[in-house]
């Protein structure tokens, strides 16, 4: 049971998360041409690093959506973002 | 009878006696004794049959490292499969026997399996039971196979406790270096726990024939645990650590004594330090799998645990140098030891159930016990469960840990240190997280090469009978790799999961294959150490706390109007009402709602709020349909679709204001809903511009459907205008229900009026008994979701997930508009203009008819085009029922290409049972919409 850091709640054991997908991953513009290429690629590839991975992840209680830079080899946790831009 | 009582000062009570039954003969023991203990002090020497060739074997540990006596035990009312003979304390009145023999192990009537194993090689059962068919033989194999007979009442109030702790400093073992460490770790004030899995602490210094540091075993231990508990560290006896898994949390079990459950300790530990010491390794020789052949370390376990003398007249064959405290402490006993050096010396122990000599050089000698110890072996289990490293050490033929990491550390025998006092400071060493002290190693080992293409069977694994043949065989058909040697010969499966008979394995496979054991490697050292019930981790989530469901707020009100209540999406909720014929009463129930008014509970429809600036845009990307020209006062259908342009859901959204929305999403989807919201809105959407929050616990829904629902809801103290054009369909008011806020909505799942009145939850009874007052003179009905789930199909209504699968697209089930229209982007747009998504081959959603005289036909029953040259399904019955509206069954279907077949025959094949339908468009009811829109 590996433990993660949620930035709203801190740390809980990794039933309370979800994996969202690999960090960085930017919807192609759709109301322009994409290509059946650009589609696949944003739906289908996924780099699966061995080692460092920085990857979005939800804590499900209290639904906070962050990032999560974690060792996919030592399972370390070296690090979590939240998304939210501090107010203007 | 070779084993006996001594007086020494072992660990026993010799105050009081206990009696108990093995094999149906009564024996007596001693409070401390296992029943394997109290049964060699009994001179018992068979205790078990082997699983493959039904051979007798006695016990080869004394601990854990044995796996041939394994008995069902009765006491009282209780009665347990497969307990160890080893690590099961002694109770009185136990009954035990042993499993995978009858009568008993002494005459054992498979025991004939055994003149066939010329023919039964590793790998048999692969070769010889293909043909015809696997299957044919399996339920012969599986009755003859498996070990103890589980009953049912083992469960009865067998519950474990499962407990989270953590802690600075884990200390697996409370041997000689786990017991120094604590004491020195403890000192400093960290929290420390030192856990072992016998009852007394101490680990093997019971069995040495010298004093520790001065002191006699058993004080030293004492003044040790005293040390550790006035330091305020704990310990943890009865309690094994069976796996490691990530972030260092360590699963430990506490045995709480025969027939209790044991209870689960989920401990955290910021450092973990194995000091699991090591066990002795079997030595390969022709029969050694007598009885009476045992281990030397598990000989002296016996002597200084027990008091229990193993034999007479011992012969002790080893292949290393520390045999000197196995010779002492039975020269101690007063026992004759005859030591033997395992080697080119081809000995054969000769005897069948009663040992008789052990043939060395051809030269025989007599003897009535066989102490085999071919080495120490490291439990490096954990370390190895930990994602530590291991290595080969040629001096000491052993794997050993590598390197340590910062959190995990081996000290001591564990950790390849066997010397007592190097293995004391290196556990306090490794206690402060300081360097090992070099440590100064006099034990020596010969490297055993066993003895290839013998005649004679020499075995490696005792439980399930893998015999050194057996490994060349696989060896020879290139079953070389470690892994593949494992699973072909079945080596090291069992409950002994490779402690014993893992090196003596790798060893046969070095010899044959000319290579060091390091190169050879070891297999995976998996979870769990020792078996473990599943019980500890069922713990308390068992019937109702499993995956406990929601509950109605009106849950008392349905249960006084005879709900049989029923487990959907999550929620309980009433199936129908009334006591009789199930399929009657809820055909009644549509005909009631058809012809007058139904009252249902739709309390579990999402109710999700999308408010902020960015609200319109928001929920305009995340649906399928267009909603940011939806006008304030409107509801419209939408669907929820993944990336991949899949249906994930449909809704009707209410927009309340300008920046307002509600989304009534199914009930079984709301959690789905609301999480793929609230992803979206935080990585894609300015977080700050638009908010979602799920009210659906806060409001409770009746719907009110049929031709009288209007008037119906005309009774209730809710001051709306109520007249088709004032309140047409897909429209929603807000108003008053006793001083509380209602919001009624009229949308439809029937195909009939229908209005939606939701009001705070607190107000659910109320508005629940003025429903059913005014309901009364109206004939209204209670109806359950059995019942709806009809109505809706009658109108062609989908359930996504029930209507729809894994492939369904919008305008696979009529929703094409958005598609080919919609000016925005929204998720999914793209995936809706693949190749496969422009295919006209496109399972779409249709109807099917047949005569009113025929059965229903049975969903997912698959349609059949039969025109080439081998049948093919091209679609299934995702919904079926007699409707009663009609008076005939109806069904829905994806049908490749359905929209193009209205009208035709399609073939429906269930199981061999072939029937015919008419493809007609999904609405039975109401094809026109005028009694929906009246």
């Known amino acids: ?88 | 009878m070779s084993g006996s009582r001594i007086q020494n000062n072992a660990l026993i009570d010799r105050g009081k006696t206990l009696s108990f039954q093995y094999d149906g003969k009564t024996y007596q023991g001693h409070p401390g004794d296992t029943l394997a203990s109290a049964l060699l002090a009994a001179g018992v020497k068979i205790m078990g049959r082997s699983f493959k060739y039904h051979r007798p074997r006695g016990v080869w540990g004394a601990w854990f490292d044995d796996s041939n006596a394994i008995f069902n035990i009765a006491l009282g009312a209780d009665l347990h499969p497969n307990c160890p003979a080893t690590t099961t304390y002694l109770e009185d009145g136990m009954q035990a026997r042993s499993v995978n023999a009858f009568p008993s192990a002494r005459f054992d009537i498979k025991a004939m399996l055994d003149w066939f194993s010329p023919f039964l090689p590793a790998g048999f059962y692969y070769k010889t039971f293909m043909r015809p068919d696997w299957h044919w033989f399996e339920p012969t194999i599986r009755k003859m196979a498996g070990l103890g007979k589980l009953d049912d009442s083992v469960s009865d109030g067998y519950q474990s406790d499962q407990i989270h702790q953590s802690c600075d400093l884990l200390i697996i073992g409370a041997g000689p270096a786990g017991l120094a460490a604590a004491v020195n770790a403890s000192k400093n004030g960290s929290a420390v726990v030192l856990v072992d899995d016998h009852n007394i602490a101490g680990g093997s210094v019971y069995q040495l024939a010298s004093d520790i540091e001065n002191q006699s075993p058993n004080l030293w231990v004492e003044q040790q645990i005293a040390t550790i508990t006035k330091n305020g560290g704990r310990i943890l006896l009865s309690t094994t650590a069976y796996g490691v898994y990530d972030h260092n949390l360590v699963a430990l079990v506490q045995d709480l004594g025969f027939a209790r459950a044991p209870r689960l300790w989920r401990m955290r530990a910021n450092r973990i330090l194995i000091t699991t010491g090591a066990i002795d390794r079997p030595i390969t020789f022709a029969n050694n799998d007598r009885p009476g052949i045992m281990s030397a370390s598990g000989a002296l376990e016996f002597l200084g645990r027990y008091g229990v003398l193993v034999g007479k007249n011992i012969a002790l064959l080893s292949s290393h140098s520390h045999t000197g405290d196995t010779v002492n402490r039975l020269h101690q006993a007063g026992v004759r030891v005859a030591t033997f050096t395992a080697g080119d010396n081809s000995p054969i122990a000769v005897g069948g159930k009663n040992l008789r000599a052990l043939n060395v050089d051809s030269i025989s000698h007599p003897c009535d016990i066989i102490l085999a110890s071919g080495g120490l072996t490291p439990l490096v289990h954990l370390w190895r469960h930990a994602g530590g490293r291991l290595e080969w050490d040629e001096a000491i033929q052993a794997f050993i840990p590598a390197s340590a990491t910062t959190s995990l550390r081996a000290a001591g025998a564990a950790n390849g240190v066997y010397e007592l006092d190097e293995a004391l400071a290196d556990g306090r060493a490794a206690a402060l997280d300081q360097p090992s002290p070099k440590a100064k190693n006099t034990y020596r080992i010969k490297p055993f090469l066993p003895e290839l293409n013998s005649h004679k069977r020499q075995w490696v694994d005792f439980q399930h009978d893998v015999t050194v043949k057996d490994i060349e065989l696989a060896a020879r058909e290139n079953y070389a790799s470690v892994e593949h040697l494992k699973r072909y010969t079945t080596l090291g499966m069992a409950s002994d999961q490779g402690k014993t008979s893992n090196m003596t394995g790798l060893s046969v496979m070095a010899s044959v294959q000319e290579r060091t054991i390091g190169q050879v490697g070891t297999t995976t050292f998996r979870p769990p150490f020792v078996p473990v019930p599943l019980e500890i981790y069922r713990g308390v989530r068992r019937r109702q706390l499993f995956n406990p469901p929601k509950r109605l707020a009106l849950e008392t009100q349905h249960r006084k109007a005879n709900a049989a209540l029923g487990e959907y999406g999550g929620w309980l909720r009433p199936a129908w009402y009334g006591e009789g014929d199930a399929q009657e009463t809820i055909n009644r129930e549509v005909i009631a709602a058809r012809n007058h008014v139904a009252i249902i509970d739709a309390s579990p429809l999402g109710k999700i709020e999308v408010i902020g600036p960015d609200a319109a845009q928001f929920v305009n990307f995340v649906f399928y349909n267009t909603l940011s020209t939806l006008n304030p006062g409107k509801i419209r259908y939408a669907l929820m679709l993944s990336e991949r342009g899949i249906v994930y859901d449909d809704a009707v959204i209410s927009r309340i204001d300008q920046n307002r929305f509600i989304i009534s999403c199914s009930s079984a989807h709301v959690d789905g809903v609301n999480n793929a919201l609230e992803a979206w809105r935080q990585d894609g959407h300015d977080p700050d511009r638009v908010f979602v929050h799920d009210t659906t616990q806060n409001w409770a829904t009746i719907t009110l459907s049929g031709p009288k629902a209007r008037a119906l809801l005309s009774c209730l103290e809710i001051a709306v205008d109520l007249s088709p054009d004032a309140f047409p369909h897909m429209t929603f008011q807000q108003s008053d229900f006793m001083s509380a806020p209602a919001r009624i909505a009229r949308v439809s799942f029937t195909g009939d009026p229908s209005y939606e009145i939701s009001v705070p939850t607190l107000h659910a009874p109320a508005l629940w008994s003025a429903v059913n007052k005014a309901g009364k003179s109206l004939q209204a009905a209670l109806v359950g979701v059995e019942a709806l789930a009809i109505l809706r199909a009658e109108k062609g209504y989908i359930i996504v997930g029930k209507d729809t699968d894994g492939e369904t697209m919008p305008h696979d089930i009529g929703f094409s508009q958005p598609r080919l229209r919609k000016k925005s982007a929204f998720v999914g747009d793209r995936a809706l203009h693949t190749d496969a998504a422009n295919a006209d081959n496109r399972r779409r959603l249709v109807g099917l008819s047949i005569p009113a005289s025929e059965n229903r036909l049975v969903t997912g029953a698959h349609l059949i085009d039969a025109s080439g040259s081998k049948p093919r399904s091209t679609g299934y019955v995702t919904s079926s029922y007699d409707s009663p509206t009609l008076a005939r069954p109806i069904a829905l279907a994806l049908l490749e290409n359905g929209a193009v077949k209205i009208g035709d025959r399609v073939t429906v094949w269930n199981q061999g049972d072939v029937r015919q339908a008419t493809v007609t468009m999904p609405c039975f009811y109401d094809k026109d919409g005028a009694l929906l829109n009246a």
Not at chain 1, 5 to 11: A, D, N, Y
Not at chain 1, 26 to 51: F, K
Request: glycine content about 6%.
């Open chain 1, 1 to 88: 049971m590996q433990q993660f850091t949620c930035p709203f709640c801190g740390l809980r054991n990794e039933t309370e998360f979800h994996f969202a997908g690999e960090a960085g991953k930017i919807r192609p513009d759709t109301l322009n041409e994409v290509s059946a290429e650009q589609w696949s690629a944003y739906l289908n590839h996924v780099a699966n690093p061995m080692g460092h991975s920085r990857e979005v992840w939800v804590h499900l209680p209290c639904q906070e959506v962050f990032i999560m830079q974690r060792d996919t080899l030592t399972m370390a946790v070296l690090g979590v973002e939240q998304l939210r831009r501090e107010p203007k």
